[in-house]
């Protein structure tokens, strides 16, 4: 018989020499979709070296922020099975992580790899998805411990499905275990614990409890709400088969201020985002998902599209130096320094030029243009380096103030700086007020802050230097340190001018023997209209307020499109409809496009349409039912839409035929399910033979 011929229907497969992979395959690195023309290019070479190095930075700082409570499990977890035997009750811990649901499983991902490499410890991570049994369960946990430690053996064969059960687990331990002194703990991560069916997860626990005597289990509990939550989905036969320990990770708006102080706002990013475009990033945080890695992505983006929208942005890259700048400028072609030549913060800075040749060999001259170009990049990243520094000094000044007038957090005060002049708000005025009723001791303190301040931008201007990165121009803040430390003497200095003395001797000609009531009330009145003489503390705390106010934030807290400062259009994303278009997105007005004119995302010649009201045969069914739904009033007849419907669809019907074609019948019925399920239409209590319209 032929090796193709069968009685039944069948799939014959021919391996020509092909064996059964041992073990598992390592997944390839993930390809760029973006083809070489794209990445040879100026702008993605600049986004893509810029984007790397932030994206370093804030993996450091997360690994950082995590440090404390990451050490904190890794004891625990070490120190389960190493100075007692077991007792009865699993060892486990419970880590509160917030509601950011979205950050969790890589979270617990880099969790479980430092478990691996710096505990004596096999891991494996239960997602509720993977536990929707108990049996389920069990067969993940037991093939993750195996596979751990199989998957670098490929001539070991892999076990079956019906083979994944705690005895083979149990025999599998104790055979690879037997010859090493002390014995590995068996980790199990439970990210997302409020998930998990309640039965399946108090029986788990209950089975892996009875094998503690056998197995050094270890119990990691992912809790996004509240402790109380294992309280109440655990009753106590379970709880007390548990020893349970609390961890406390920090909030997610937490761990986000401290990416935007340390990274995203600050010189080493000299991408920035307008006013209104970090506001919606911040809103989507705090009002959707409280996701930090949410926000990271949605920065990236902005990142992207900025660079993407036009070429010459990638000249507000980091450079090394001077060199690589000017290198960076040669690239630019003739249309591209046209393009500079038209932002419409340089026209200002021509207007500012007294040299009328200047001003000629400025848009003529393409040779001119790329010598004053990088004088002029690296004054607006001087701009931005004393911005930031002008911003924190202000930030250190005002956030523990009162009600926090301008807000306590450096994200409320750079929104307000970079929309509009922050120092002609009223909060701002109020803020000032507000300083200047603080002590001398009060004042001393938050002039050393500031002093802290400059000494960590003159610091990080270093330590660019040592990256071999462009360096800042200092001058200008060691001016600042040197005006305030000399406000600071005189503040220690300053003394009352009246003397103790002399104020009693006023109180005592004012308060004389045998003065009548009236005539105290008119010297009272006639004290009162002179001018109170000022102490030499408050003359000083109002040098010090005048000074802060023209010399540090007057000077340096200027909005970027308020001032003469050329080429900012470079360094903004100001595109807050795009980041909301792709970001937030609109899916019932999505919908809507894809169901009255389906070519805008098929791109099928076919469905094309001359008017966006118009209907052609050749559109999908469900795409003809919606639009003629939609010319129907609020109860729509089923009769009559089948009419209009075969009118369309069946070209060949005459007007005399009165049977419908059941295929047609068919396709109309599948097509008003499908616009029940998406919720344009529902079924009629009042009519049966109606349906009831559902939108407007």
Not at 350 to 379: C, G, K, W, Y
Not at 381 to 390: D, G, I, P, S
Not at 596 to 607: F, G, I, R, S, V
Not at 632 to 657: K, P, Y
Request: net charge negative; hydrophobic share 40%; glycine share 4%.
């Amino acid at each position: 018989m032929d090796l193709t011929n069968s009685v039944s229907k069948g799939v014959f497969v021919f391996k020509n020499g092909a064996t059964r992979a041992k073990g598992r395959k390592k997944a390839k690195p993930c390809q760029s979709f973006l083809e070489n023309e794209v990445t040879k290019q100026l702008w993605f070479q600049g986004y893509r070296k810029d984007w790397d190095r932030l994206q370093a930075m804030i993996e450091q700082l997360q690994c950082g922020s995590y440090g404390k409570i990451l050490d904190d499990l890794l004891a625990f977890v070490e120190n389960c099975y190493f100075a007692q035997d077991y007792d009865g009750a699993l060892p486990t811990a419970a880590l509160l992580t917030g509601i950011n649901q979205i950050d969790h499983l890589s979270q617990f991902e880099k969790l479980a790899d430092n478990i691996r490499n710096n505990t004596f410890s096999n891991v494996v991570i239960l997602q509720s998805r993977d536990g929707s049994t108990i049996k389920h369960a069990i067969e993940t946990i037991v093939e993750g411990f195996i596979e751990d430690q199989t998957s670098d053996c490929p001539e070991e064969k892999l076990l079956r499905k019906n083979q994944l059960n705690l005895s083979v687990l149990k025999a599998w331990y104790l055979e690879k275990q037997h010859q090493r002194e002390r014995k590995p703990n068996l980790t199990i991560i439970l990210p997302d614990f409020e998930l998990f069916n309640p039965k399946v997860l108090q029986d788990l626990i209950l089975i892996l409890n009875s094998c503690g005597h056998n197995l050094p289990l270890v119990l990691i509990f992912g809790v996004a709400t509240a402790i109380t939550t294992i309280h109440n989905v655990l009753p106590y036969h379970v709880m007390s088969k548990i020893k349970l320990s609390t961890f406390q990770s920090e909030p997610s708006i937490t761990n986000l201020n401290i990416l935007l102080d340390h990274v995203l706002l600050t010189p080493y990013c000299p991408f920035h985002l307008s006013g209104k475009s970090f506001k919606l990033l911040l809103d989507i945080f705090l009002f959707y998902d409280f996701s930090v890695n949410g926000f990271v992505q949605g920065f990236k983006y902005a990142y992207l599209e900025h660079y993407f929208q036009r070429p010459i942005h990638a000249l507000c890259t980091v450079v090394r130096d001077e060199d690589d700048l000017t290198a960076m400028i040669d690239q630019l072609s003739a249309s591209e320094l046209e393009e500079i030549r038209q932002l419409p913060s340089v026209r200002p800075f021509v207007e500012s030029l007294q040299d009328p040749q200047a001003v000629i060999n400025f848009f003529n001259d393409d040779r001119h243009l790329r010598t004053v170009l990088p004088a002029m990049l690296v004054r607006v990243h001087n701009y931005w380096f004393t911005f930031h520094c002008a911003l924190e000094i202000l930030r250190s000044l005002v956030g523990d103030l009162p009600k926090a007038p301008l807000g306590k957090q450096l994200r409320d005060l750079y929104c307000c700086a970079v929309s509009s002049d922050i120092t002609a708000l009223p909060e701002f005025k109020e803020c000032l007020q507000l300083l200047s009723f603080l002590s001398k001791e009060e004042m001393l303190q938050k002039i050393k802050a500031v002093l802290d301040v400059v000494l960590n931008y003159v610091t990080r201007n270093d330590q660019l230097s040592t990256e071999g990165c462009l360096l800042y121009d200092v001058a200008p803040l060691e001016e600042l340190a040197n005006g305030l430390a000399v406000l600071a003497d005189e503040l220690v200095a300053a003394t009352y001018d009246l003397l103790p003395g002399e104020q009693g001797n006023d109180q005592k000609q004012l308060l004389s023997p045998g003065m009548g009531r009236q005539e105290l009330r008119e010297k009272l009145l006639t004290a009162a209209r002179h001018n109170k003489q000022e102490s030499g503390v408050t003359r000083t705390m109002g040098r010090l307020m005048d000074y802060l106010g023209a010399k540090i934030f007057q000077r340096f807290l200027r909005p970027p499109f308020s001032q003469s400062m050329p080429l900012i259009e470079l360094f903004l994303f100001t595109d807050t409809t795009a980041l909301r278009r792709h970001i937030i997105g609109a899916p019932r007005g999505a919908v809507h496009t894809a169901l009255n004119n389906p070519q805008y995302y098929t791109q099928c010649d076919c469905c094309a349409l001359e008017d966006s009201a118009s209907i052609v045969p050749s559109l999908p069914d469900l795409s003809v039912a919606y639009k003629l739904h939609l010319e129907c009033g609020r109860m729509i007849n089923l009769f009559d839409w089948l009419q209009a419907f075969r009118t369309v669809v069946d070209e060949a019907n005459t007007e005399e035929e009165q049977q419908v074609d059941p295929k047609i019948q068919a396709r109309f019925t599948r097509a008003v399910a499908e616009l029940q399920f998406l919720g344009f239409i529902k079924t009629s209590k009042k009519k049966t033979d109606h349906v009831t319209r559902l939108t407007w």
